[in-house]
């Protein structure tokens, strides 16, 4: 009996912890129960523009957000089905600077964001370099190693749009800026190096370009345009570099006649010697190679 009773008493205190660790998960989430109907993958609406959109909240991805701690009516106010979103990228950036007020303030000046005002769905929003799966709920905080904002990883994250030519060649942007930038020493060393953030010192995209602020690079203000700016924005990690250090920079063009034609021609000068070396080489080898044979026939 006194041995049912200690086994008994047992499996309450499990059954007890169990229960009491899983409400207080969802308390502190869900205080409302939103989760009852948003957690159906099917639910979904039609906005105003005519676009279908999810309305499906999934609950695994919130446990691992920045956000997880927040509960949904902080965001969405006390009665959410009263105030009529559009559901667009603007927004969606909108609601995120109710809070983050700096980063949305810079985010509407870049840009993107004066992009976005103008209602192009094309440009990133928030959640385009927040969260792995574009979707406000999912939001990584920056420093964890699956953020797309955690730097081994950002240039992935613009490469999402900017190494899409078929989106690119809309905006008249034709240069493969993804591909030179992985072609690059920065990008070859940010490549090889481990997810530590001290081997991570070399410069990526938003190193040159900025982060919330980015500019068309035809702003004079830009960081990465005329010769100026662009040396200040090297010298962030080579001091003293100077106009002269940032002129033999190619940017993310190809050398040609018209841009560092020095580069290109010394290029074209070493690929020259390059095939005239292998080509001697070969004809030296296979020279010896008829004199041995011929040597050996007549042996
Ligand atoms: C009884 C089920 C149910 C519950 C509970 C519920 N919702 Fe909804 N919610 C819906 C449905 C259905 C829609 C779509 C309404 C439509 O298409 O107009 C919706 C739409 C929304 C939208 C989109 C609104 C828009 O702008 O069109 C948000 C945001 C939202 N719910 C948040 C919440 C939050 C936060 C809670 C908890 C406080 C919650 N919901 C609780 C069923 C529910
Ligand atoms: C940190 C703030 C935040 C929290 C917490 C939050 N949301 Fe949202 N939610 C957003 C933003 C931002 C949007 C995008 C709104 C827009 O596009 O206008 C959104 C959109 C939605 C939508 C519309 C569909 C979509 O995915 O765009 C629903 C439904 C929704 N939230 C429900 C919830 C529920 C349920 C919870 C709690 C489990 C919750 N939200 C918690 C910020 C939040
Ligand atoms: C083009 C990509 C991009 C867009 C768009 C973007 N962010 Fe960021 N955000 C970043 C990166 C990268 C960092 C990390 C910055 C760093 O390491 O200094 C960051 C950092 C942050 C931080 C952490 C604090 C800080 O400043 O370091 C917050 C909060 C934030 N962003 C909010 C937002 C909000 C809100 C929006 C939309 C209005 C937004 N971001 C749009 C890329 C972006
Ligand atoms: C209700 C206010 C609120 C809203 C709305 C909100 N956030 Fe936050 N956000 C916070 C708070 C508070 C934290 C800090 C959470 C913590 O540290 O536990 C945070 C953290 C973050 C971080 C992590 C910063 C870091 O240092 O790593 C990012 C990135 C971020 N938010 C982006 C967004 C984006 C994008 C949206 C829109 C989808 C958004 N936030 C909407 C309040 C908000
Ligand atoms: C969701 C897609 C998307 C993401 C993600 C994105 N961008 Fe963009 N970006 C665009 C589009 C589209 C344009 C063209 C806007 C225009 O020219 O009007 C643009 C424009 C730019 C420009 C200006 C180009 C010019 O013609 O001068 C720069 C610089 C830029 N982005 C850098 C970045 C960087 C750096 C990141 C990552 C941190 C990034 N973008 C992430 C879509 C994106
Ligand atoms: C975020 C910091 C950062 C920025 C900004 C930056 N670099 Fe670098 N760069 C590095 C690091 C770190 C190395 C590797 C140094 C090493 O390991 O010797 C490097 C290496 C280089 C190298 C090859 C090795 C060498 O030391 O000569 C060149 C060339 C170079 N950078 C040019 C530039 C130019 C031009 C700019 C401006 C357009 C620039 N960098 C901006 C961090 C940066
Ligand atoms: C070391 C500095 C540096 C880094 C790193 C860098 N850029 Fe650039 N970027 C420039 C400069 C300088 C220009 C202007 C000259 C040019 O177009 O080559 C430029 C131009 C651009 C343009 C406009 C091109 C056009 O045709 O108008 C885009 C878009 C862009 N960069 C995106 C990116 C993205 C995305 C990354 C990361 C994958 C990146 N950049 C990394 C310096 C940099």
Redesign the pocket.
């Known amino acids: 009996m006194r041995r049912l009773g200690f086994l008994l008493a047992i499996a309450v205190v499990i059954v007890v912890a169990i229960v009491a660790f899983r409400s207080t998960r969802a308390d502190a989430?869900?205080k409302n129960g939103?989760?009852t109907c948003?957690s159906n993958p099917g639910l979904s609406t039609t906005t105003k523009a005519g676009a279908k959109?999810?309305?499906f909240?999934n609950e695994a991805l919130?446990n691992t957000a920045a956000?997880r701690y927040?509960?949904?009516t902080?965001?969405?106010s006390a009665d959410p089905h009263k105030v009529a979103?559009p559901?667009?990228k603007l927004?969606?950036a909108e609601?995120?600077g109710s809070c983050h007020q700096y980063e949305y303030e810079q985010h509407l000046n870049s840009i993107h964001g004066q992009q976005l005002a103008q209602g192009n769905p094309d440009v990133a929003t928030c959640v385009d370099c927040h969260s792995p799966t574009a979707?406000?709920?999912n939001v990584i905080r920056v420093l964890e190693y699956n953020a797309p904002t955690y730097k081994k990883n950002i240039s992935e994250t613009c490469a999402k749009c900017h190494d899409n030519q078929q989106l690119m060649a809309n905006y008249g942007i034709v240069e493969k800026v993804y591909e030179s930038y992985m072609r690059s020493f920065h990008g070859k060393a940010m490549q090889l190096g481990t997810y530590e953030i001290t081997q991570l010192d070399k410069a990526t995209c938003t190193n040159c370009h900025g982060v919330h602020d980015i500019k068309s690079v035809a702003d004079p203000a830009a960081p990465v345009a005329g010769l100026d700016n662009l040396a200040k924005t090297c010298e962030q990690c080579h001091p003293g570099a100077g106009v002269e250090f940032a002129k033999g920079f190619l940017g993310h063009k190809e050398a040609s006649p018209d841009n560092i034609p020095a580069a290109h021609y010394t290029e074209n000068v070493f690929r020259v010697l390059l095939i005239s070396v292998l080509t001697f080489g070969a004809l030296v080898v296979s020279a010896a190679v008829v004199r041995y044979s011929i040597n050996r026939w007549r042996d």
């Open positions: 989430l869900d939103c989760l948003h959109v999810s309305l909240v919130i956000h927040i509960d949904c902080t965001c969405h979103t559901l667009t927004s969606l609601k995120c979707n406000p709920h």
